[in-house]
């Protein structure tokens, strides 16, 4: 890799910045600052092989203060496994996002110079510093967007919670209460069902989740209302009945008779097992 390779393509030369004060970088560090940018900046996979092969590349040492390599096309496609025009692209994005900068030769190629003593002085390539120097920013701006995340999370966690409550109580007022009108609450039910979204999909949950809770209010006045506060048997096979404060003594409502509907909108409603995860 010291010696002259063809690069096959030539950048821009943009203005590099101001050199690092130190005699070297860490090489870890650097890793952990693509993994970051790449998550950040939502590169492409290639554009990820591509940064990784580059930081693999870095020997330890600063030239010139910089954090220079200088692998060659054929030497990203051979470690990447990608076509030569995605590494060229991969390289373009990583240029436009300011994580690394070309350094070109007068002939655009990438190489080393030596002294006498075999000691590099000088090389021609990409410079990595920019990749450190843009870490605080990066860092802020994956606070950020794992905050949204957990906010995410939330959201879909409340919206299961709504989601079962109303379902658990709709098919505890079908089967205590069959002469109660519940139509216009479960056809709500299957069309939220349809359209929730899971959380391996993108978007938010925040209107599924006010929907499923505006469901479950309702179901739930209207079985308090249908049980008339205390006025209800306990049964024990309903552990997941809203009213949880009736008398198990007490038998003042008689046993309903089951309605052939009952089983249609336990089968239309999906149970607890259809976890929008």
Not at 44 to 61: I, K, M, T
Not at 111 to 120: N, T
Request: aromatic residues 6%.
């Amino acid at each position: 890799m010291t010696s002259a390779q063809p690069s096959g393509w030539r950048a821009l030369k943009p203005t590099l910045p101001s050199a690092r004060e130190q005699d070297s970088a860490d090489k870890q560090e650097l890793f952990d600052a693509a993994q970051i940018a790449a998550k950040v900046l939502q590169l492409p996979s290639s554009a990820r092989f591509v940064l990784d092969q580059l930081v693999g590349c870095y020997r330890g040492e600063l030239i010139e203060n910089r954090i220079l390599v200088w692998p060659s096309n054929e030497f990203l496609v051979e470690r990447t496994g990608i076509p030569e025009r995605s590494v060229r692209y991969s390289l373009a994005r990583l240029i436009e996002e300011g994580l690394i900068v070309a350094k070109d030769s007068a002939n655009g190629k990438r190489f080393a110079q030596r002294s006498a003593q075999g000691q590099i002085i000088r090389a021609y390539g990409f410079d990595l510093s920019p990749l450190l120097e843009k870490l605080p920013e990066l860092n802020e701006r994956l606070a950020a967007i794992q905050e949204r995340e957990r906010e995410r999370a939330l959201a879909f966690d409340e919206l299961t919670i709504h989601r079962r409550s109303a379902q658990e109580a709709l098919r505890t007022l079908a089967e205590i209460y069959p002469d109660s009108d519940i139509t216009d609450l479960t056809a709500r039910a299957l069309e939220l069902s349809r359209v929730t979204p899971r959380r391996s999909a993108s978007g938010s949950a925040d209107s599924a989740r006010d929907a499923w809770h505006q469901l479950r209010m309702e179901a739930e006045g209207r079985y308090y209302a249908a049980s008339a506060g205390n006025s209800c048997r306990h049964k024990d096979n309903n552990k997941y009945a809203p009213d949880q404060s009736c008398n198990n003594g007490s038998e003042n409502v008689k046993e309903p008779e089951r309605r052939t509907d009952l089983r249609d909108l336990k089968d239309g409603l999906p149970g607890c097992d259809g976890v929008y995860r």
